[in-house]
């Protein structure tokens, strides 16, 4: 049975702490990578570790990974220290719920397989046939699949498709939730279940270019399948494209001063950057500002690594997503726009929290784009 | 203190749109997910608990055909220790007091301090088979119990009745309890748990096994017998309150206030 340190490879560690200082809710929480990474180093094998609610609160946001001088990945760690939580079946029951709910109904959000298609009512959004062969593939997500307020990004990605004219498959109804979230949550057994089902599925089409509505599905497909044979990108990614060959035209625009807030599973976990940054300065009467902080320092919103999902633990001040949604009417701008649901859907809520209403609005790219066709 | 825990195999309803099957003997299972009994998962977290502060053995018992193995592969992994199937055409189609009949044979043979289970199984809400299985194993039982304790060889168990009171009994031991959803927070299966699990043995009885003759189990053995099922008739009484959200509550409170609700 290898040690946290062997598994992890935690040797390397020299307790800089610049991982802890640069994780965004070590300002706020009790979690304390270093420490963690301090007690895989000198501390007892994963069976007997110290159970650590504060492991929770972790976004997998990345920045530790991406800061650490020598190497050593805390963020896996802190998903190895939830696995041992999980196999002791000791997570809190919201957590239990949503991997229980993946596990039947191939979604976390606790709804039934049969109306994974309810988003596309209206529409006429094509299903893959048994073994056709799919150019490109929209891999819908569960969130945009079933959430009433992110149904509207796979709606207005349709309308992208349809004006670009070009033609695209969803899987419908078999489309099953792609593992990004349950790996972070530390459910290793689950997450290849799900990659086995997935594969089995992906592998009986050819398929050219999966694209996501979300960067999580993109992230896990891109780096965590193996070889699909097919290259996935993300919707902001695909955009870019299409825009670059002219395929897309707005005839409309959107006179308004936006900014834009980077994903970190699209940014610091992927490094995409620019694309949507293009697609938005593409956009007529788009004005575009810079956040302080943007890029690689962009401020998590705290719904990545199965945050949707956790009644976080022994939380302090002010949340994530509150400081970013006033960061942006600092700005002075009408729109906050993201490209990634679970963002959508934090700084959505924390415009209500933070007393912001009628200030500010959150919108995805997807939608933006849409509404200047 | 060793436990005996029976649970069953049902399906999950809650946002399906149903159809009764052909037979209109039941509801046509294709598309559905199946899981654990709500109230039996419940049963089979008491059991781990009180197996963890006291010591003993979990035994859990079903009655069912060979896809009812999953949910026991699931318990095992969760911390039972035994897992046992009554495996047997004779046993299907009973109804609560037949399949009391196959479970108490198979309990008999047991060493047993306690057993649980649900209160109501969310497939046919009978809400019998805790009770019938008291009856024939000749010890007490108590239903809808929210709350337990358990020292020097007596359960005290808190039953829930109407409008939050709960009553209080004291049983001796052995005994069955049906156990109300809400006593305790079910943990959670993980598959590489249950894929352990998976490798561990599962008891198989039949009739003869327990010496149970056709007549006393199942569709033979059962008292009652569906005739049919139907779909509730559509109704009317469902009234929308249109407006804006001030006016449709300002509509909401008149009615309120009409049927003597504020």
């Known amino acids: 049975m290898p040690t946290l340190a062997e598994k992890y490879e935690l040797l390397g560690c020299i307790q800089c702490g610049r991982c802890t200082a640069g994780c965004p809710v070590a300002l706020r929480t009790f979690l304390n990578v270093r420490k963690l990474v301090y007690e895989g180093v000198t501390g007892p094998g994963p069976k007997d570790a110290k159970e650590r609610p504060e492991a929770w609160n972790c976004t997998t946001c990345s920045t530790c990974t991406e800061r650490c001088p020598k190497g050593v990945k805390p963020m896996e760690l802190l998903i190895g220290l939830r696995g041992a939580a999980i196999e002791k079946g000791r997570v809190g029951p919201t957590i239990r719920d949503a991997l229980e709910s993946t596990f039947k109904h191939g979604n976390p959000w606790g709804r039934i397989r049969d109306k994974r298609m309810e988003w596309a009512e209206e529409l006429d959004v094509p299903v893959a046939a048994d073994g056709e062969a799919v150019p490109l593939l929209y891999y819908v997500g569960c969130t945009p699949a079933y959430d009433p307020r992110c149904q509207d990004i796979a709606r207005s990605l349709v309308r992208v498709f349809s004006a670009a004219g070009v033609p695209f498959s969803t899987f419908g109804t078999a489309e099953s939730c792609c593992g990004n979230e349950i790996r972070r949550m530390g459910e290793e057994g689950l997450f290849e279940l799900l990659v086995e089902g997935n594969r089995e599925l992906l592998d009986s089409h050819e398929i050219g270019t999966i694209v996501t509505s979300s960067p999580h599905c993109m992230n896990t497909f891109k780096n965590e399948y193996g070889d699909l044979g097919c290259e996935v990108v993300h919707y902001s990614q695909y955009f870019d494209r299409l825009l670059d060959e002219g395929k897309l035209s707005f005839g409309g625009s959107v006179e308004k001063k936006v900014t834009y807030h980077d994903p970190c599973f699209l940014g610091k976990h992927n490094d995409v950057f620019d694309p949507p940054r293009r697609v938005l300065e593409c956009v007529p009467g788009v004005t575009f500002v810079e956040f302080d902080r943007s890029r690689e320092r962009a401020l998590c919103c705290e719904g990545g690594g199965g945050r949707m999902w956790v009644e976080a633990e022994e939380e302090r001040g002010e949340r994530l997503a509150d400081t970013r949604v006033k960061d942006a009417v600092a700005l002075g701008v009408d729109l906050l726009v993201t490209a990634c649901p679970f963002c959508l859907m934090t700084l959505d809520d924390a415009v209500k929290t933070s007393g912001s209403e009628g200030k500010i609005e959150i919108i995805d790219l997807a939608q933006l784009v849409a509404e200047a066709l | ?262």
Request: some cysteine; glycine content about 10%.
């Open chain 2, 1 to 262: 203190m060793n436990i005996v825990v029976c649970v069953k195999r049902v399906p999950e309803t809650a946002e399906a749109d149903l159809k009764i099957a052909s037979d209109r003997k039941a509801i046509d299972e294709e598309g559905l997910a199946f899981q654990i009994n709500e109230s039996d998962n419940y049963a089979l977290e008491q059991a781990l608990l009180i197996k963890e502060d006291l010591g003993g053995e979990v035994t859990v018992l079903t009655a069912g055909p060979e896809a009812s193995e999953e949910v026991l592969r699931m318990s095992m992994a969760k911390g039972a220790d035994t897992a046992v199937r009554l495996a047997d055409d004779a046993f299907a189609d009973g109804d609560a007091v037949a399949t009391a009949q196959a479970l108490a044979a198979s309990i008999k043979e047991m060493e047993y301090d306690l057993v649980l289970t649900g209160c109501m199984a969310s497939d046919d809400g009978a809400t019998a088979v805790g009770v019938a299985l008291a009856e024939l194993l000749g010890v007490p039982h108590a239903t809808y119990v929210v709350e337990m304790e358990i020292a020097d060889g007596k359960a005290v168990v808190g039953r829930e009745l109407e409008g939050g009171l709960v009553e209080k009994l004291d049983m001796k031991l052995p005994a069955v309890v049906t156990i109300q959803t809400g006593i305790n927070e079910p943990r959670y299966a993980s598959i590489m748990g249950i894929a352990r699990a998976s490798k561990r043995e599962i008891t198989l009885k039949s009739a003869s096994d327990l010496g149970l003759a056709a007549a006393v189990v199942g569709a033979e053995g059962s008292r009652t017998q569906i005739l049919g099922l139907d779909y509730p008739p559509v109704g009317e009484g469902a009234e929308i309150l249109e407006g804006t959200p001030a006016e449709a509550s300002g509509k909401l409170a008149q009615v309120l206030k009409e049927k003597g609700f504020a």
